[in-house]
Antibody
Framework: QVQLVQSGGGVVQPGGSLRLSCATS????????FHWVRQAPGQGLEWVAF????????HYADSVRGRFTISRDYSNRTVYLQMNSLKFEDTAVYYC???????????????WGQGTLVIVSS | DIQMTQSPSTLSSSVRDRVTITCRAS??????LAWYQQKPGKAPKLLIY???TLESGVPSRFSGSGSGTEFTLSINDMQPDDFATYYC?????????FGQGTKLEI
């Protein structure tokens, strides 16, 4: 059974840092790409970052590029989102999501973590 | 960036109704379009991918169509469990983008 279990959210001051984790089980971790998606309170979904199954390709939304870093640890089967220089507008529920497969055309988000709330507040 | 625009933003309907949600892309995304359902406090759930392919386990009353820049999600015979917010998402080009959402209300 595919599971994505998130941790690491919380309250942080503007300019601070936080690292989110997405621990996985139930599938071959090294075969799948992952994303982070966020949702500000009462708002829609915003794609944040992507990491390829082998870590060789990474993409970021313009709103977070240079401040956020996505990474993955194969031994711990975990995907991370390191968030630095946090701003008020980064306040959101953050979701990790797994693609259906690494194949072309399967880039939709088939499995999601439960979400973790990040609040940037002074 | 490719902008995704959903209409309507809110839709009132009743059990057993048929509803249709439209999603328009600012540039062609081919068939690389997914639909998700989200309930309050929960993660989104994949319903449809590649514009019209039903995800395993999703009831057949959900259907998707379209290609290029115009897509629709239809729900036949609305059930109480279907009242939620629905998002389209293009995965043709980075940055991947979502529509603003359509909230289905009773």
């Amino acid at each position: 059974q595919v599971q994505l279990v998130q941790s690491g959210g919380g309250v942080v001051q503007p300019g601070g840092s936080l690292r989110l984790s997405c621990a996985t089980s139930g599938f071959t971790f090294s075969s799948y790409p992952f994303h982070w998606v966020r949702q500000a309170p009462g708002q829609g979904l915003e794609w944040v970052a992507f990491i390829r199954y082998d870590g060789s390709k990474i993409h970021y939304a313009d709103s977070v590029r240079g401040r956020f870093t996505i990474s993955r640890d194969y031994s711990n089967r975990t995907v991370y989102l390191q968030m630095n220089s946090l701003k008020f507008e980064d306040t959101a529920v953050y979701y990790c999501a797994r693609e259906a497969s690494a194949d072309f055309g399967a880039e939709y988000f088939q499995h999601w973590g439960q979400g973790t709330l990040v609040i940037v507040s002074s | 960036d490719i902008q995704m625009t959903q209409s309507p933003s809110t839709l009132s309907s009743s059990v057993r109704d048929r509803v249709t949600i439209t999603c328009r892309a600012s540039h062609s995304v081919g068939s690389w379009l997914a639909w998700y359902q989200q309930k309050p406090g929960k993660a989104p759930k994949l319903l449809i991918y590649k514009a019209s392919t039903l995800e395993s386990g999703v009831p057949s009353r959900f259907s998707g169509s379209g290609s290029g820049t115009e897509f629709t999600l239809s729900i036949n015979d609305m059930q109480p469990d279907d009242f939620a917010t629905y998002y389209c998402q293009q995965y043709n080009t980075y940055p991947y983008t979502f529509g603003q959402g359509t909230k289905l209300e009773i």
